[in-house]
């Protein structure tokens, strides 16, 4: 069996088991897997769009239960494969601009096309903050599966090609956006201050 189609396997299991095929998939891309959910959260929302909803929060709560997972494969076996890696200092110095950036690149990654799980296994390998990672990532996450639920129950079948071509390049414009708005908006603050 090739790799391609063990993923196939996995894909075709999981959509036979619907709602709680959807929570898995979201569990095991959060840390591991590399099929998205929105696989699966598109055609359900397609189907019933009343529970647009439902689908949102159920691939939201997989996701964020499934980041907190990943976050304990970094936390438990990251170090100990970093150390191999790279050096200790250089590790000192990842750790220090995680501490400081470490929320924002976990939010741009749970929004934006941007592999998931390397943040979420990252975020356990250098210690992030158990609660903020939760909290980020729940916000992060749903703001995705939620966004993209209600365009879906809005316009059903006639927006899911654009979806399909657009929805990456969208949400990772819309993160820049957020990223620029946060750097003007500390910079706006920063002046104030000094004027003051």
């Known amino acids: 069996m090739t790799i391609t ?35 699966f959260l598109i055609p359900l929302t397609l189907l019933a769009p009343n529970l647009w909803w439902l689908y949102a929060l159920v691939c939201t709560l997989g996701s964020t239960s499934g980041a907190l997972f990943g976050y304990f494969i970094g936390k438990k076996g990251g170090r100990p494969l970093l150390r191999k890696i790279i050096s200790k200092d250089r590790a000192n110095k990842i750790d220090l601009y995680y501490k400081k ?24 390998v250098f210690n992030h903050n158990l609660k903020r990672f939760i909290l980020v990532s729940f916000i992060s996450r749903g703001a ?3 966004t993209e639920a209600f365009i879906i129950m809005l316009f ?13 390049l969208t949400t990772f414009v819309v993160s820049i956006l957020l990223v620029l ?7 706006w603050k920063k002046r104030s201050i000094k004027k003051n």
């Open 5 to 39: 189609s063990f993923f196939i396997a996995v894909q075709t299991a999981l959509e036979n088991m619907g709602i709680f095929g959807l929570f898995i998939l979201a569990f095991i891309e959060a840390s591991f897997f590399p099929i998205p959910p929105d696989v």
């Open 101 to 124: 950036y470490g929320d924002w690149a976990l939010g741009i990654s749970g929004f934006s096309p941007i592999p998931y799980k390397v943040f979420t296994i990252t975020s356990g």
């Open 144 to 146: 995705r599966f939620f």
């Open 156 to 168: 059903g079948q006639q927006i899911v090609e654009f979806l399909k071509i657009y929805w990456g």
């Open 181 to 187: 708005f946060y750097i003007i908006w500390i910079k």
